[in-house]
């Protein structure tokens, strides 16, 4: 059975027996002392000192000042004096009124004492659970940061969490059999060694213990989300690229089979014209499933970190002429404004002719008849700015990030725009180079894709 804690201190209680004993015959020696006593203004008297003792030191003090009070007034101030008799009826009923009262107030104010405790301690350990809920499961590690300031606020030499009897978690060092055991939720226990809890005590315990159980559910829910993200991406990827595959790669290579078995085929006669222009056919659709299987297969070394990068001295006007063959015919509508004075890149040329490549060939979709993009380039700082600029339609600047993912071809209606990958391999591509890819409003309509470089020095 657990024993009820006293309303006040053990101290406080001294101090009300003290001042009973004291108290009690200094008044009876003062009244004793005035020229008219009567009974009922020293009874008044009496029961105000034993509200103040009650005050002092609760319940017990008080009720030693109401009993010794009564033989008091009895001996000195109820006829016959110096006797513990009462000669007249209406003195005894006084008397035992006084012990009544008196008996009922110390009972009072010992209640609204202890009530006054109880709503403290009350206070406190909302407070104190309130400050765990709030600071400690919003931490990084709510589990292990709970159960550290359970062992601090306890003075414990360790806290252990258990679940169906495993180790789960444990601060301070665990050593020989635990003293105190909580069970929080289902099959998880807390373990505490170094003291035994008092009652009160263990009922803050027990929900640190619930608030434990919490922040176990939410680690392990952390972690199940941190595993099945990279997961959940790596799905969309495959289906991304099993769906590009399906069509995109596909495409060229039955335009270039379908080229070749025509020029084969001894059903057919074909004249120069139309055998230069099969020919013409096929080595389009090899170049463009060339650009696109290379494309592949730099994401994925991008993406596994596998990328290689020889960083030169290289100036922009080597760069951009090779990337411009690549492109054919439409390579050759490029305008072209690259200064003789720009001071030289480092930069890894095949990395940045891809990043080229890429970009005008996306330009150049998108660009109206009659107004072809533009290549640009500045020297800014330590840095050097390549502007590819086209005239188009553009893109909403809410939805610029989203034209970086992989297998995203934002607009695209038909089913000639390639694999979405250009921006997203080129924004990689040129941060592999220590550069950085972003995106800006060309004036008048359009997008310009802004390439920044370190330059060589």
């Known amino acids: 059975m657990v024993r009820e804690r006293a309303a006040v201190s053990r101290r406080r209680q001294t101090a009300g027996f003290l001042t009973a004993l004291i108290g009690l015959p200094v008044l009876t020696g003062l009244l004793a002392a005035l020229p008219d006593p009567s009974l009922v203004t020293d009874i008044l008297l009496f029961l105000v000192a034993v509200v103040g003792v009650a005050l002092i030191g609760g319940l017990w003090p008080a009720l030693l000042a109401a009993v010794g009070g009564s033989l008091l007034l009895n001996w000195f101030f109820t006829p016959p004096y110096g006797h513990f008799l009462v000669a007249q009826r209406e003195n005894l009923l006084a008397l035992v009124i006084f012990v009544g009262v008196a008996v009922a107030v110390s009972w009072v104010v010992d209640t609204a004492a202890r ?10 350990e909302a407070r104190m659970l309130a400050t765990v809920a709030g600071s400690v499961l919003h931490g990084e590690r709510p589990l292990m940061a709970l159960l550290d300031r359970l062992r601090e606020t306890f003075a414990m030499d360790s806290v252990t969490l258990l679940d169906a009897g495993e180790v789960v978690v444990s601060v301070g060092e665990p050593a020989g059999p635990a003293d105190v055991e909580v069970r929080a939720d289902g099959d998880v226990v807390v373990q505490f060694r170094g003291r035994v809890l008092e009652a009160s005590d263990r009922r803050i315990v027990e929900a640190f213990a619930a608030q434990a159980a919490v922040a176990l559910r939410q680690e392990r829910l952390a972690a199940e989300a941190a595993t099945a993200k990279p997961l959940a991406e790596a799905n969309r990827l495959r289906t991304a690229l099993l769906a590009a595959v399906s069509h995109d790669l596909r495409t060229p290579l039955a335009s270039a089979k379908a080229s070749v078995a025509s020029l084969r085929s001894s059903d057919v006669e074909f004249d120069d014209e139309d055998r230069a222009e099969l020919l013409a056919t096929a080595d389009e659709s090899l170049d463009k499933l060339g650009r696109l299987v290379a494309n ?19 100036g922009a006007e080597d760069v951009v002429p090779p990337a411009l063959d690549d492109l054919g015919p439409e390579g050759r509508t490029v305008t072209v404004r690259v200064p003789d004075d720009l001071p030289p890149l480092r930069v890894d040329p095949g990395l940045l002719e891809r990043v080229l490549v890429n970009l005008l060939a996306n330009a150049l979709r998108y660009s109206p008849e009659g107004r072809p993009p533009m290549i640009t380039a500045s020297a800014h700082g330590e840095t050097v700015q390549l502007r590819v600029i086209d005239h188009g339609p553009g893109i909403p600047v809410d939805r610029w990030d989203d034209v970086f993912l992989p297998f995203q071809r934002l607009g695209d209606r038909d089913n000639h725009s390639g694999v979405g990958l250009g921006l997203a391999l080129s924004r990689g591509l040129t941060e592999a180079m220590s550069g950085t890819l972003t995106p800006e409003e060309t004036p008048g309509g359009g997008l310009t894709m802004i390439i920044s470089l370190p330059a060589f020095s």
């Open 296 to 314: 592949l297969l730099d994401m994925s070394r991008l993406q596994a970190g596998a990328l290689g990068v020889s960083a030169v001295e290289v």
């Open 115 to 124: 009530r006054t405790l109880e709503a403290a301690q009350a206070s406190a």
